[in-house]
């Protein structure tokens, strides 16, 4: 089968593509031949060799998690009938940008008629995370809601959850296409943060300063966002894509009142982020929730994949085709 190699830590180019043998279950394992596979920005940066301490993978290592696609093989203590299904699964972190991925069996998800592989694997990541921090942050109707890196894959399923809701919702992002599609989703406001005035922006759209911010920016944007909540305000501070999280003002946001959440609320156990995805399956399927696939790539182009993600060339997700 192939699979794309990390052959050291780099650039792109360090990701190729070689001939591995096809892997045979072990006794609770199913094999999935792969039909799409999630790609995450989390994955440019262990490549190339920033995120060590976070992620002990020695090179050469087959990035990706999340797939979709056909159960072809299933061990002793897997029921058979689930060959020919197709399912979703997370493959443990590595593993993913093959032909062929043995999964834990207890981990697969049914992918419900009617969804495109596509948009199943992009929910696999993005969904269960978005839910979590949407829920923490208990958004009501009328709310204004602050959502930075909203172009991304997370960042446009928590502008459709918060409009649903009653919300209303304020999209940061750079770019006139981005923003565009922000208000294809819901977004009531958007504003381009490329420009010097977009806090002003944000302030003439919730004068009394906004009530929940998700921040997927972190970094001096982020900072930028906290300053703009007001008084009991939620801020989940998540995004890191420049290499930081937001700076916050703790003091700061006692003063105000203000919760702040960081990143380990969405340190999910397994049968959590299980259940979560099935449920995020479920919703698309019924039409209430719109993944949106920004571009996708043959599995032999995963090498262009993460460059257009770290040239922050991509809308939605980002998707290699197998």
């Given at each position: ?5 990390v ?22 394992q199913?094999?999935i ?5 999630d790609?995450?920005?989390?994955e ?19 990035p ?27 493959a443990g ?25 596509e ?10 995370t ?19 890196a ?10 459709q ?72 305000a939620?801020f ?49 399927a ?37």
């Amino acid at each position: 089968m192939r699979a794309v190699e990390v052959s050291g830590f780099g650039g792109p180019e360090v990701l190729r593509v070689v001939e591995r043998a096809d892997p045979a279950p072990s006794a609770r394992q199913a094999v999935i031949a792969v039909q799409v596979a999630d790609v995450l920005f989390l994955e440019t940066q262990v490549r190339a060799g920033r995120m060590r301490d976070d992620f002990p993978l020695t090179p050469p290592y087959v990035p990706g998690d999340g797939v979709v696609g056909t159960v072809v093989a299933v061990g002793s203590e897997v029921d058979g009938a689930l060959i020919g299904d197709r399912v979703a699964g997370f493959a443990g972190g590595q593993g993913g940008y093959a032909d062929r991925v043995p999964l834990d069996a207890d981990g697969l998800v049914p992918v419900p008629d009617g969804l495109a592989s596509e948009q199943a694997v992009a929910l696999l990541h993005d969904g269960p995370t978005a839910l979590t921090l949407f829920r923490n942050a208990a958004v009501k109707p009328d709310d204004r809601v602050l959502i930075t890196a909203a172009a991304g894959g997370m960042g446009l399923l928590l502008v459709q959850l918060a409009h649903a809701a009653g919300a209303h919702v304020i999209a940061a992002a750079r770019g006139e296409e981005k923003l565009r599609l922000l208000r294809d989703v819901g977004a009531d406001t958007v504003v381009d943060y490329s420009g010097h005035d977009w806090a002003d922006q944000v302030r003439r759209a919730a004068p009394d300063g906004v009530d929940a911010v998700f921040d997927g920016a972190g970094a001096e944007l982020g900072g930028v966002a906290f300053g703009l909540t007001a008084r009991g305000a939620r801020f989940s501070a998540h995004g890191a894509p420049a290499g930081r999280f937001a700076d916050i003002d703790e003091d700061a946001a006692r003063e105000r009142d203000v919760t702040v959440r960081g990143i380990e609320q969405v340190q999910l156990g397994d049968e959590e982020t299980v259940g979560l995805a099935a449920e995020v399956l479920r919703e698309a399927a019924a039409g209430r929730l719109r993944p949106v696939v920004g571009q996708t790539f043959p599995l032999d182009r995963a090498a262009e994949a993460h460059a257009a993600l770290e040239e922050r060339r991509v809308t939605g997700k980002t998707v290699l085709v197998v």
